[in-house]
């Protein structure tokens, strides 16, 4: 449950606090909180906008908002830390902020790379005074445009075509890792294998409540792309899946790869399959025909890849106006 603060919770707050701050900053002294407390307490914490987030009645997660937008402390306490809670709180902090900034220390990786998949970028970097850490200075407006998450499978595309997006201003790629490693940098590898158990039945997903933190990570924009090809099996994700984009009210365009006949009837009945399977959202194939050019199948299956990727960088420019290209 989210609420506003209660002054009742002050001290359960200024506890998670605290300790938050031990255990994410421990390159910087315990002593430098506590002797922090009781003016975090009293000159900030008391004079900001907060917003709790609670189980059973007990406070489990706290955002506090300054003046002008300023993300004065926001902390999870452990044991619900990547259930999609502090996710939560900026979301709702983004309804009513036209703009959100925050200082991070760079030592804190976790952190950074959080406020990154949120949204938020680096603006500034700067020696904070106090502690003579390094820190960046991120922020998150409303005015910013926003990208579409264009998410993936495993080695679903080239290596070295992926790399080509990775700074791009209207797509955002996102790699879910379900049987192999991503090998690509600076994009949003995000690995689930941990989360499933392979036997001789198949894939079973162990961790639910992980998992949709994992797909928050990655369907992080409201506009999302979904490419799915038929190389691997993603049955055991589908039902979770459909159930995380329809509660999460995220406008999703799944695109297919039209198989080459080359590849035999098998897959074009897989693609078909997978046509059916997600006939609930819009549909786009890349229908890519190498007919007329000389290439050897290696060339052919990159170039594939090549014009699927340019088509949907051009999806992404117009994605409201999009319709499925079937009807």
């Known amino acids: 449950m989210l609420r506003e603060f209660r002054e009742s919770d002050i001290d359960k707050i200024m506890k998670i606090w605290r300790d938050g701050n031990f255990k994410a900053h421990n390159f910087i002294p315990n002593k430098y909180w506590s002797d922090n407390y009781i003016k975090v307490q009293n000159e900030y914490l008391r004079k900001s906008d907060t917003w709790v987030y609670t189980e059973n009645e007990e406070v489990q997660a706290f955002i506090s908002i300054m003046q002008d937008g300023y993300i004065g402390a926001l902390f999870v306490i452990p044991e619900i830390q990547r259930d999609g809670i502090g ?24 952190a950074t790379m959080f406020y990154k998949a949120m949204g938020f970028r680096k603006i500034k970097v700067q020696i904070d005074e106090a502690t003579q850490e390094k820190e960046y200075i991120m922020e998150w407006s409303k005015s910013d445009k926003e990208k579409v998450s264009v ?26 890792e379900v049987y192999s490693e991503s090998k690509v940098d600076n994009i949003n590898n995000i690995d689930i294998r941990p989360l499933l158990v392979k036997s001789g039945l198949g894939v079973r997903v162990k961790d639910h409540i992980a998992l949709i933190a994992a797909f928050s990570k990655a369907f992080r924009n409201k506009k999302a792309i979904l490419y799915i090809n038929n190389s691997n099996n993603y049955d055991m994700l589908e039902n979770l899946l459909k159930d995380f984009i329809k509660v999460k009210k995220i406008n999703l365009l799944v695109v297919l790869q039209k198989p080459f006949l080359i590849e035999g009837n098998k897959r074009i009945k897989q693609s078909e399959i997978l046509e059916q399977k997600y006939n609930m959202f819009p549909i786009y194939k890349c229908n890519y025909d190498q007919k007329g050019e000389k290439l050897s199948f290696k060339d052919a299956f990159y170039k594939r890849d090549e014009e699927c990727l340019k088509e949907i960088k051009e999806i992404c420019k117009k994605f409201n106006d999009f319709k499925s290209n079937n009807e």
């Open 151 to 176: 998410v993936y499978f495993d080695n679903s595309f080239n290596e070295e075509l992926v790399r080509k997006y990775v700074n791009d201003d209207m797509l955002e790629l996102n790699c879910i």
């Open 87 to 110: 996710t939560m709180l900026i979301n709702h902090c983004k309804n009513l902020y036209e703009r959100l900034y925050l200082n991070v220390y760079e030592k804190n990786v976790g």
